[in-house]
C-alpha cells in the first residue's frame, strides 16, 4: 500500500521557521521527485520546492532563499525547512512523489496535507 505521510505543520509567529517531513513507504520501487504544494484558502495549490533524485531543486519564487528542501534516497523521505516564514505561507502544504511501485507504471502520489500557520 502507497502511503505518503507528512507531519511538522504547526502554528508559528512570523519570522519563525518549522521543518516539515514526509516519509514514503517502502512500496516504491523508484522515485524520481519529490515536492512539496501548499493550498492556501481560495486560491489555487501551488509548487512549492522540489528535488529530483540526483538532488537538483527549483523553488517558487515567493520562497527561495528562505525554503530549503531536501531528500534521503535510502529513507523515501523529504523534508522542507522553512525560514523567516510570512503571514503569506500560511496554507495546507502537501507532500508529491512522482514514482513507480513494483508491478505498476510511474504515477503521482499526494500525501495528506499538513497545515502551516503563520500568525501572531
Known amino acids: 500500500q502507497v502511503q505518503l505521510v507528512a507531519s511538522g505543520g504547526g502554528l508559528v509567529q512570523p519570522g519563525g521557521s518549522l521543518k516539515l517531513s514526509c516519509e514514503a513507504s517502502k512500496s516504491f520501487f523508484s522515485i524520481n521527485a519529490m515536492a512539496w504544494y501548499r493550498q492556501a484558502p481560495g486560491k489555487e495549490r501551488e509548487l512549492v520546492a522540489r528535488i529530483t533524485s540526483s538532488g537538483s531543486t527549483n523553488y517558487a519564487d515567493s520562497v527561495k532563499g528562505r525554503f530549503t528542501i531536501s531528500r534521503d534516497n535510502a529513507k523515501n523521505t523529504v523534508w522542507l525547512q522553512m525560514n523567516s516564514l510570512k503571514l503569506e505561507d500560511t496554507a495546507v502544504y502537501y507532500c508529491?512523489?512522482?514514482?513507480?511501485?513494483?508491478?505498476?507504471?510511474?504515477?503521482?502520489?499526494w500525501g495528506q496535507g499538513t497545515q502551516v500557520t503563520v500568525s501572531s
Open positions: 508529491n512523489v512522482v514514482g513507480r511501485i513494483v508491478g505498476d507504471i510511474i504515477r503521482t502520489y
